[in-house]
């Protein structure tokens, strides 16, 4: 049976494009068919992450407007077998995408691949609403452990309940455990609770992922934790039950508190 994940974010910059394709590539790597729709129409950015940017003929408007053939649009990655991409159009805007068009896709897409992913626009504007009206399976929210990605995400909820749609899962980016720990930054599960959605995934801040955006490379190609809570996710979609890190709440061993520097103080210029 194929399912059908729309990745959304309250605003941009909170890493939901990465988190897709990184999500995607482990699913392929498993050994199922995955695509990813990329519905950022006019800001695409996951034919540059797949390193497919140079490929790209047709686009989602030109399969929804029956411009081409699925085959004609969808690219199938060079080295991840089993990974494909149905790119956005770039020189298009939001309301080109008739939210019925959309849903007639990924209902023939469920025939072809196991999981469809789709890379939603941020915010909760016109972008986000017409993958909500296109009657995916189930909802993903990406957030970072902030005050303000936390409110704007709380809209995008708000926005998904109008259209009575469930509820959907959460995923917290861009933790940094010594400042967890030092209670500078929300938690993963505190970020759920104040939210009150179900916890699918937390993903710590890792300098490898940077690294691999700058290379148009995907970081589950690299050994790191990020890499390791991205596997996690993804065992979790297909049903398994890894344990949570918990990072940052953890009590460190002595060894590792003995070597750890402490978090570096922050303080205003007009105190010096």
Same mark, same amino acid.
């Given at each position: ?10 605003? !941009?910059? =909170? ?22 729709? &990329?519905?950022?129409?006019?800001? +695409? ?16 408007? &030109?399969?929804?407007? !029956? ?7 969808? *690219? ?5 077998? !089993?990974?494909?991409?149905?790119? @956005? ?26 999981? =469809? ?9 016109? !972008?986000? +609403? ?24 709380? +809209? ?35 970020? @759920?609770?104040?939210?009150?959605? +179900? ?9 490898? =992922? ?20 991205? *596997? ?33 103080? =922050? ?6």
């Amino acid at each position: 049976m194929s399912y059908c994940y729309a990745v959304a974010s309250g605003k !941009g910059g =909170v890493g939901k494009s990465t988190i897709t394709a990184n999500l995607a590539a482990a699913l392929a790597q498993d050994g199922n068919r995955v695509v990813i729709i &990329d519905a950022d129409i006019g800001l +695409r950015s996951q034919d540059a992450l797949l390193g497919m940017e140079n490929r790209i003929v047709y686009d989602l408007i &030109d399969l929804a407007n !029956g411009d081409c053939s699925m085959d004609q649009a969808v *690219l199938e990655s060079d080295t991840i077998h !089993g990974l494909f991409l149905l790119p @956005a159009a770039q020189f298009a805007r939001a309301k080109a995408l008739d939210p019925k068009k959309l849903a007639k896709i990924i209902q023939s897409f469920r025939t072809a691949y196991d999981y =469809v992913l789709i890379d939603c626009p941020a915010g909760i504007e016109r !972008g986000l +609403r017409n993958v909500l009206n296109a009657a995916v399976d189930e909802l993903i929210l990406i957030v970072t452990p902030d005050d303000i990605s936390v409110r704007s995400a709380e +809209r995008a909820v708000q926005l998904m309940e109008s259209k009575k749609l469930n509820r959907p899962a959460l995923i917290v980016n861009r933790l940094n455990a010594d400042l967890v720990r030092s209670r500078e930054m929300m938690s993963a599960r505190t970020v @759920a609770e104040v939210m009150d959605l +179900r916890l699918l995934g937390e993903v710590p801040e890792d300098d490898v =992922v940077s690294r691999a955006m700058l290379r148009h490379s995907l970081m589950i190609a690299y050994d790191c934790e990020a890499r390791n809570a991205i *596997l996690r996710i993804a065992s979790r979609i297909k049903g398994g039950n890894p344990p949570f890190p918990a990072y940052g709440c953890r009590k460190q061993s002595w060894l590792k508190r003995l070597f750890t520097s402490p978090v570096k103080e =922050v303080i205003p210029i007009d105190d010096h």
